[in-house]
């Protein structure tokens, strides 16, 4: 391959949530609730709160006070600046804790960057650039495009094309790796090379072709610099 440029998904590629700690945050989050009023169950918050992050993945919120306070409204309790204040504060605490680098992702990051100009193209939920550079990443990448910021999660093709935009390369010249075979999808509409990696849990989620063949494919993100 000819490549100039690689494209890389964040979750269940390079790093993963790490549950225990989700829960630990879960259970925290609760208990601020309750203090302030909250008589939902802690499942209930839960479901509410996971609700809130995929509303926010298309940037239907701009911010991080706005998703607290959205937060709030579902669960019935009035809006106030210090618990919004304190909501934030238990964030930033789970911020580098709440997701665990897959291994050797920063070695791989490493070699690939000295070879191609990267980008990071993620759907996620409001403030996983603060992830991004909590657990050290953001230097390696070119640019990094989140759904939340840009409106768009994939597979819409134009995604990708702000990557390629600001990468200033053609589809031709880039590949696109991900755990998802629906995301590899809306990269082969552009024109991307596709590299599917097979740790994530929801590898065939939502994919339209059940017959899709990426170009490339291993078990294992230490594995794609034997493509690239």
């Known amino acids: ?17 790490d549950r225990e700690d989700d829960r630990r945050f879960r259970g925290e989050l609760a208990s601020v609730l309750g203090r302030y ?14 609700n809130a992050y995929r509303g926010s993945t298309k940037g239907e919120v701009k ?25 934030t504060e238990l ?3 789970h911020v580098a804790t709440g997701f665990k680098l897959y291994g050797e992702a920063v070695s791989v990051l490493s ?11 993620s759907n996620c939920g409001i403030g996983l650039s603060d992830v ?22 994939k597979p819409d093709r134009r995604i990708y094309l702000e990557a390629l935009n600001t990468l200033k390369f053609e589809p031709q010249q880039c590949i696109f790796v991900a755990d998802e075979i629906s995301d590899l999808e809306g990269a082969r509409e552009v024109g991307l090379k596709t590299l599917l990696v097979r740790q994530g849990e929801y590898t065939t989620h939502n994919t339209k072709d059940p017959s899709f063949k990426p170009d490339y494919q ?6 794609i610099t034997m493509f690239l």
């Open 1 to 17: 391959m000819n490549l100039k440029g690689v494209l890389i998904d964040f979750g269940q590629t390079l790093a993963y949530l």
């Open 218 to 223: 291993c078990n294992h993100i230490s594995e």
């Open 132 to 153: 991004v550079r909590a657990l050290g990443l953001a230097d390696f990448f070119h640019c990094i495009v989140l759904s939340y910021e840009v409106g768009v999660r």
């Open 111 to 121: 070699t690939l960057k000295k070879k191609y100009k990267l980008a990071l193209v």
């Open 91 to 93: 964030r930033s605490r």
């Open 37 to 50: 009023g909250c008589r939902r169950t802690s499942d209930e918050i839960s479901h509410l709160l996971d």
């Open 63 to 87: 911010d991080l006070h706005e998703f607290w306070k959205l937060l709030l409204k579902s669960l019935g309790i009035p809006e106030r600046s210090e618990l919004i204040q304190e909501l």
